[in-house]
């Protein structure tokens, strides 16, 4: 089965086809008109795909596909995200929470030799997807296994989703570059300021071990609750090396029972195109990755 695999994210957006193995990745920025963004992006791919398979930044009402993305301020309030591209390309279209669809991504084709898994994607934002049994866990919502508003710090930072001490509102790639900003520092992105934690600056070392210490928190509390062996963090925060030496070592203070004595935390296996290949997934894999009892009327 050949499909289009995309990824919504609040700061890019991705595509690739999938025929056997995922194809070349184009890239756009999501922009201020991310509909007219990714048309034109798609456009050019969509000839002779089957279906396309969308991850995207939630939340969402699911299965409908429907949209209000936190970090996509021109989507909040409900974008008919799937509806509007079955009406495009007239092709059925599958569409979950990133997270989920990097979650779906390792555990498919990461070779983690686990069927219970939490996927996380560190980036604009921080979601989850969760993979229990070997088959992707949905929810009430579709938005299962949504780590990034696990509350690490009740006196923190406000979160974008309105509360406060979020893990998102403390690791996502924005808040850690305010932080540091707030600190007299100069980046202004977070590629500028992983560039100066690599040179040793000690504002950008702090503010990534902050970060840090926040996942390492978020993580042992879901690993408690939902007994996975493996976390597979991804996004382009997970990326920089000053972010795990807080994160493993607050994980060690507070993952202590018994049972997660063997949980691995790692960098996700596929890196960036995790999220792409779970898309992907929803389609060619559906019979583990997608629920057709719920999904069935929404479907293009």
Same mark, same amino acid.
């Given at each position: 089965?050949?499909?289009?695999?995309?990824?919504?994210?609040?700061?890019?957006?991705?595509?690739?086809?999938? @025929?056997?193995?995922?194809?070349?990745?184009?890239?756009?920025?999501?922009?201020?008109?991310?509909?007219?963004?990714?048309?034109?992006?798609?456009?050019?791919?969509?000839?002779?795909? @089957?279906?396309?398979?969308?991850? !995207?930044?939630?939340?969402?009402?699911?299965?409908?596909?429907?949209?209000?993305?936190?970090?996509?301020?021109?989507?909040?309030?409900? =974008?008919?995200?799937?509806?509007?591209? #079955?009406? /495009?390309? %007239?092709?059925?279209?599958? &569409?979950?929470?990133?997270?989920?669809?990097?979650?779906?991504?390792?555990?498919?084709?990461?070779?983690?030799?686990?069927?219970?898994?939490?996927?996380?994607?560190?980036?604009?934002?921080?979601?989850?997807?969760?993979?229990?049994?070997? *088959?992707?866990?949905?929810?009430?919502?579709?938005?299962?296994?949504?780590?990034?508003?696990?509350?690490?710090?009740?006196?923190?930072?406000?979160?974008? !989703?309105?509360? /406060?001490? !979020?893990?998102?509102?403390?690791?996502? %790639?924005?808040?850690?570059?305010?932080?540091?900003?707030?600190?007299? !520092? $100069?980046?202004?992105?977070?590629?500028?300021?992983? +560039?100066? #934690? @690599?040179? %040793?600056? *000690?504002? #950008? &070392?702090?503010? =990534?071990?902050?970060?840090?210490? #926040?996942?390492?928190? %978020?993580?042992?509390?879901?690993?408690?609750?939902?007994?996975?062996?493996?976390?597979?963090?991804?996004?382009?925060?997970?990326?920089?090396?000053?972010?795990?030496? $807080?994160?493993?070592?607050?994980? *060690?203070?507070?993952?202590?029972?018994? =049972?997660?004595?063997? &949980?691995?935390? +790692?960098?996700?296996?596929?890196?960036?195109?995790?999220?792409?290949?779970?898309?992907?997934?929803?389609?060619?894999?559906?019979?583990?990755?997608?629920?057709?009892?719920?999904?069935?009327?929404? +479907?293009?």
């Amino acid at each position: 089965m050949t499909v289009l695999a995309v990824d919504v994210g609040g700061t890019k957006l991705a595509a690739a086809v999938w @025929a056997g193995a995922l194809g070349e990745v184009t890239r756009s920025p999501t922009g201020t008109d991310p509909w007219t963004a990714l048309t034109e992006l798609l456009d050019p791919l969509v000839a002779g795909v @089957a279906g396309i398979g969308v991850g !995207c930044g939630g939340p969402m009402a699911w299965p409908a596909g429907a949209v209000s993305p936190l970090n996509i301020p021109a989507w909040r309030g409900g =974008f008919p995200l799937r509806d509007r591209l #079955a009406e /495009r390309y %007239g092709v059925p279209v599958r &569409l979950h929470n990133d997270a989920a669809c990097a979650a779906v991504g390792e555990h498919w084709q990461g070779g983690w030799g686990t069927d219970h898994l939490l996927g996380m994607v560190v980036s604009t934002g921080v979601g989850g997807g969760l993979v229990i049994g070997g *088959r992707l866990v949905d929810g009430a919502g579709g938005n299962a296994g949504h780590v990034g508003h696990i509350v690490v710090d009740p006196l923190g930072p406000p979160c974008p !989703c309105g509360g /406060r001490g !979020c893990l998102e509102a403390i690791a996502r %790639g924005p808040a850690i570059v305010a932080w540091a900003a707030g600190q007299g !520092c $100069t980046a202004g992105t977070g590629v500028e300021l992983a +560039e100066l #934690a @690599a040179h %040793g600056d *000690r504002v #950008a &070392l702090q503010a =990534f071990a902050q970060a840090g210490r #926040a996942l390492g928190v %978020g993580i042992a509390s879901a690993a408690a609750l939902l007994d996975v062996e493996v976390v597979a963090v991804g996004g382009g925060i997970s990326q920089v090396p000053a972010l795990w030496p $807080t994160l493993r070592r607050t994980l *060690r203070e507070h993952a202590r029972l018994s =049972f997660l004595g063997e &949980l691995r935390v +790692e960098p996700a296996a596929l890196g960036p195109t995790a999220g792409l290949v779970g898309a992907a997934a929803l389609l060619v894999a559906g019979d583990r990755y997608w629920s057709p009892s719920r999904a069935g009327a929404v +479907e293009g």
